[in-house]
Every structure is written in C-alpha cells, then in structure tokens.
Nanobody, 113 residues
C-alpha cells in the first residue's frame, strides 16, 4: 500500500510563504505524476496544482503566479511552494498521485493576521 505523508503546513500572515512537502513510500510521482488539492470548511476539495510524469505542470487560476509545484524523484517527494498567501488560501491541503488513487492525510494551512 502506497503511503503519502504531507508536511509543512501551519499558520502564516497574509502575504507570507509556506512550502508543503509530500513524501511517498514508493516511486509513484516520477512514474505517474502528482497533484495538490485543498479543501476549505464547507467546500468541496479542489485541484490546486498538478505535475505530470514528464514534468509538465498546470495550476488552478486562483494560484497562478503565486504557487509552484515541483518534484524530487530521488526523494519520492513533491513540493508546493506557496507565496503571497491570502486568507482565502486557508484550507487543508492534500497531495495525491496523478490518478487520485492514493491520498495523504492532509496538512492545515491557515492564513490570517
């Protein structure tokens, strides 16, 4: 069973930055790609960013220019660098493989003053 473990969440003031990490127990990110999702209270889970097995990336419009997804194949880890954070970015952030078969437990990101 593939396990995904997210880390790096926390509290940050508006305009601040955080970097999330997602470590996989197997080399699924280099083979299949990965995605970051988020779910705010009372809302559906939504795609934030994704990276394919070839390394191509795509972003939700609401994070373009602020968030960057990247991958370290040697570490079986995918990252989400978040800058210029806004209060509306507050949510639990989850990582998944590209096909959304495996999910991490989520990490809370809170943006407030």
């Amino acid at each position: 069973q593939v396990q995904l473990v997210e880390s790096g969440g926390g509290w940050v003031q508006p305009g601040g930055s955080l970097r999330l990490s997602c470590a996989a127990s197997e080399s699924i990110f280099s083979l299949y790609g990965a995605g970051w999702y988020r779910q705010a209270p009372g809302k559906q889970r939504e795609l934030v960013a994704a990276i394919s097995s070839s390394g191509s990336t795509n972003y939700a419009n609401f994070v373009k220019g602020r968030f960057t997804i990247s991958r370290d194949n040697a570490k079986n880890t995918v990252y989400l660098q978040m800058k210029s954070l806004k209060s509306e970015d507050t949510a639990v952030y989850y990582c998944s493989d590209y096909s959304r078969t495996y999910w991490g437990q989520g990490t809370q990101v809170t943006v407030s003053s």
